[in-house]
């Protein structure tokens, strides 16, 4: 297929998806978030698909929600709204529930949705020089894709609660070192790292991975999804916060 805001490629049973907006730094979109899951879902179908990696092309993995894209919206109780939310959500539970593993491949800037979109992948490995966050909190806005739950999982409570609160970015390195991520190699090694670790997944049955995957879908993490997707909270500053995007 054909996409808009994505590219798409098939090489030694690895399917690489590529974010695909570079000069807006692959900030994300209906149209993005759309494409990901038909390109999700048709390599999911394909057994000679072993691994599908996700990344971004240019110097981002995604900056995060392309707010211009919610037009003249306002946004209550600091939710982006059901235009964002839904296709986000049928894209991140296509790659939760893709047989192949998915491995977000962090190439640079990874903020706010796009880092749930990463965490949402069964493995992530990222540029040591990659600059991430989770800045909801400095927008006025609340997570409903999934940061409350993966978030958590990923690194422990305790620092998820200090990385959300903070709002502060950090490095791949960091994000090594707080077991979010499986390795930090220089953006000059990911590629190579990558393509090591989708060999010695390719090497295993395809049957056994698919397995692991709905057992490592813990529900826990279902419950806090849950939790998270259907919650409400009054937060009044979003839009004066998001003035400056509205421009």
């Not at 999700?40 to 392309?66: K, N, P």
Request: hydrophobic share 45%.
């Amino acid at each position: 297929m054909t996409y808009e805001a994505l590219a798409v490629s098939v090489h030694e049973r690895v399917c690489t998806i590529a974010l695909k907006r570079p000069d807006a730094l692959n900030a994300i979109t209906p149209t993005m978030l759309r494409e990901l899951e038909s390109a999700l879902d048709e390599a999911a179908g394909d057994a000679q698909i072993g691994v599908i990696v996700l990344t971004g092309t240019g110097r981002a993995f995604s900056a995060g929600v392309d707010l211009k894209a919610l037009g003249g919206r306002s946004l209550r109780g600091g939710k982006v709204g059901d235009l964002l939310d839904l296709p986000a959500r049928a894209a991140i539970e296509a790659i939760t529930t893709a047989p192949q593993p998915v491995i977000a491949k962090v190439n640079g800037a990874c903020f706010t949705g796009a880092l749930e979109i990463a965490l949402a992948c069964d493995l992530m490995v990222v540029a040591e020089e990659a600059k991430m966050g989770d800045t909801h909190a400095k927008w006025g806005l609340r997570p409903t894709w999934g940061m409350s739950a993966r978030l958590a999982a990923a690194v422990g409570s305790v620092r998820a609660r200090e990385l959300s609160l903070t709002a502060r970015t950090f490095t791949g390195a960091e994000a090594h070192a707080m077991g979010m991520a499986i390795a930090c190699p220089p953006l000059s090694g990911l590629d190579q790292a990558v393509a090591d670790l989708c060999a010695q997944i390719l090497q295993n049955s395809a049957d056994s991975l698919a397995a692991y995957k709905r057992l490592y879908d813990t529900p826990a993490v279902r419950q806090g999804l849950a939790r998270e997707a259907s919650s409400d909270f009054p937060i009044a500053d979003t839009e004066e916060r998001l003035a400056s995007f509205r421009r």
